[in-house]
């Protein structure tokens, strides 16, 4: 069955006031689906250990399994290549502006996936994990010409945490050369280019998880 690479974030504040992390259903709705679809999944992220978890997002999810793995992820620098997986996947939270955002090993696996055709996944605030990487072997930027979706400029200014932010993630990934496709706020809106799948924000994240198992069935 196909193997699958979640990266979360381990960045758990935006400053002392504002507690952040991983958006607990961006990662537990598409672990529960893929895994119940019979998949092999493998949880990592920078530090290794506890994901820390946006104290907004847990309210009225149920994180069944997915807590437990949550709380052992494995240390980035252990999860090996993307040889040894059929996907990547990336769910935001906050915190992933302030670490995946600048994770240069991060960067080095998404160029991997990107180069060997495996599938890039990612949803919400995870894009920020595209920011800055670059396509193996050309001199550009790994979303250029891509077209994606993500957390919009809109739905940041919404939450009201686009002022602490350190960029504004559909512009930047626009200003690398990704042609960013937005719908309203907060509906559930999937693109998907190639092997890239991307959501733009929790609502999407079933429908994230269901587009991957269409695709690699």
């Given at each position: 069955?196909?193997?699958?690479?979640?990266?979360?974030?381990?960045?758990?504040?935006?400053?002392?006031?504002?507690?952040?992390?991983?958006?607990?259903?961006?990662?537990?709705?598409?672990?529960?689906?893929?895994?119940?679809?019979?998949?092999?999944?493998?949880?990592?992220?920078?530090?290794?250990?506890?994901?820390?978890?946006?104290?907004?997002?847990?309210?009225?999810?149920?994180?069944?399994?997915?807590?437990?793995?949550?709380?052992?992820?494995?240390?980035?620098?252990?999860?090996?290549?993307?040889?040894?997986?059929?996907?990547?996947?990336?769910?935001?939270?906050?915190?992933?502006?302030?670490?995946?955002?600048?994770?240069?090993?991060?960067?080095?696996?998404?160029?991997?996936?990107?180069?060997?055709?495996?599938?890039?996944?990612?949803?919400?605030?995870?894009?920020?994990?595209?920011?800055?990487?670059?396509?193996?072997?050309?001199p550009k930027t790994l979303v250029s010409g891509r077209t994606i979706t993500c957390?919009?400029?809109?739905?940041?200014?919404a939450s009201g945490l686009a002022p602490l932010m350190p960029f504004l993630l559909?512009?930047?990934?626009?200003?690398?050369?990704?042609?960013?496709?937005?719908?309203?706020?907060?509906?559930?809106?999937?693109?998907?280019?190639?092997?890239?799948?991307?959501?733009?924000?929790?609502?999407?994240?079933?429908?994230?998880?269901?587009?991957?198992?269409?695709?690699?069935?």
């Amino acid at each position: 069955m196909p193997k699958i690479l979640f990266v979360v974030t381990s960045h758990g504040e935006i400053d002392p006031e504002h507690k952040t992390g991983l958006w607990l259903d961006e990662f537990a709705t598409p672990y529960a689906t893929l895994r119940n679809a019979g998949f092999e999944v493998v949880t990592s992220s920078p530090r290794g250990g506890q994901t820390p978890i946006d104290p907004r997002s847990v309210e009225g999810v149920d994180a069944g399994d997915a807590a437990a793995v949550l709380a052992q992820t494995h240390p980035l620098h252990e999860v090996g290549d993307a040889l040894q997986y059929d996907a990547i996947f990336i769910p935001g939270g906050h915190g992933t502006m302030f670490d995946l955002a600048t994770s240069l090993p991060v960067k080095t696996l998404l160029s991997e996936f990107d180069a060997q055709g495996k599938f890039i996944v990612s949803v919400c605030h995870g894009p920020a994990a595209f920011v800055d990487a670059i396509r193996a072997g050309a001199p550009k930027t790994l979303v250029s010409g891509r077209t994606i979706t993500c957390f919009t400029d809109e739905e940041e200014r919404a939450s009201g945490l686009a002022p602490l932010m350190p960029f504004l993630l559909a512009s930047k990934l626009r200003e690398q050369g990704a042609n960013v496709i937005e719908r309203a706020p907060w509906a559930d809106h999937v693109e998907i280019d190639g092997t890239w799948i991307t959501g733009q924000n929790p609502q999407s994240s079933a429908s994230v998880a269901q587009a991957l198992i269409s695709a690699l069935r």
